[in-house]
């Protein structure tokens, strides 16, 4: 009972100081499957990209042309679980595989790309969510990013470097987390704060650098072998921030028809409040079974004081026969 005890009382100082353990064990294990599958398809042949961005007489645009290709077939042909990507944080000494869809099954092998969001090469704000408690925790640090860190996501066919340009706290129905902003960007989004799930953490950071794999170049036929990002877009009535300042002669834009809100009852809300209590609990019911322990431990010592339990002092006699 003591042994018990101990165990949930040390399973729930650990779940409150570092990360929840049983979760983040098989998460774990997750991660190294994934870590083989991302080899894999970092070792495969990249698909023959369509004559038209062949036929692209810069070198620059079409190897841009030829990044956007890939990233559309990879986010269109993966799996919701599978592996897309490797995300680095140096300042956060992290280094995880992204999976595909941010559904809870995906949650929980690690770092989750929202599908409905684009990957690294197509234009737009690349998102990407993962748990602050549970499975691994792999944004359980997030707050602790500053302006100008830099992360980077390695994709089969290329790698893209960002730099943190903010971090702001928002509401769990906030609805313009993906927004477009003019130029290419990610956006890691969590529950805030630790075992909460009222608010959301977003940590903003802009593209600055393109290195294309070695397959990418061959494909688009071109020798640049680093590109700098793209610079932002004019602003148009079309490309204006949703909700945002409309241009010239123009009306605020409306979201986009896949703009996916970050609220609502998803496995953040689900799953890591829900370990924190729980482990809470366990906590709570360890106590008690080591308080039970230590009574019937006491009892158990005093029951040889118990009045039918003594014995006799010995007689004068008995005494001196002993």
């Not at 989750?112 to 691994?136: C, D, K």
Request: net charge positive.
């Amino acid at each position: 009972m003591f042994a018990l005890g101990a165990l949930l009382l040390a399973e729930t100082a650990i779940t409150l100081l570092w990360k929840e353990p049983i979760t983040s064990f098989l998460a774990a294990r997750d991660q190294r499957h994934l870590r083989s599958e991302l080899a894999a398809l970092e070792r495969r042949t990249l698909a023959v990209v369509p004559g038209q961005v062949r036929a692209i007489r810069d070198q620059r645009t079409r190897l841009r042309a030829t990044l956007r290709y890939f990233a559309r077939t990879e986010n269109a042909s993966t799996r919701p679980g599978h592996a897309l990507a490797r995300i680095r944080i140096g300042r956060l000494h992290l280094s995880y595989v992204v999976v595909q869809g941010s559904g809870a099954a995906s949650l929980r092998r690690g770092p989750a790309h929202y599908s409905q969001t684009p990957l690294p090469g197509e234009t737009g704000t690349v998102a990407i969510a993962g748990h602050r408690t549970t499975y691994l925790a792999p944004f359980r640090h997030l707050d602790d990013l500053r302006g100008g860190n830099r992360l980077s996501l390695d994709a089969p066919y290329g790698s893209f470097t960002y730099a943190v340009e903010r971090r702001v706290i928002v509401p769990a129905g906030y609805r313009s987390a993906f927004d477009f902003a003019g130029y290419d960007r990610l956006v890691l989004t969590a529950c805030h704060p630790l075992y909460s799930a009222t608010q959301r953490i977003l940590v903003y950071a802009r593209l600055i650098d393109i290195r294309p794999s070695a397959q990418a170049l061959a494909r688009a036929h071109a020798q640049i072998a680093e590109l700098p990002a793209p610079p932002p877009l004019p602003a148009s009535p079309a490309a204006a921030p949703p909700g945002g300042p409309p241009a010239a002669g123009g009306t605020p834009a409306r979201l986009p028809a896949r703009e996916p809100p970050i609220a609502g009852p998803g496995p953040w809300g689900a799953l890591e409040p829900v370990a924190v209590v729980g482990g809470g609990v366990l906590g709570v019911v360890g106590l008690a079974l080591l308080a039970v322990w230590g009574f019937l431990g006491v009892r158990r010592g005093r029951g040889d004081d118990e009045p039918g339990s003594r014995q006799r002092p010995l007689s004068p006699e008995q005494d001196a026969r002993q």
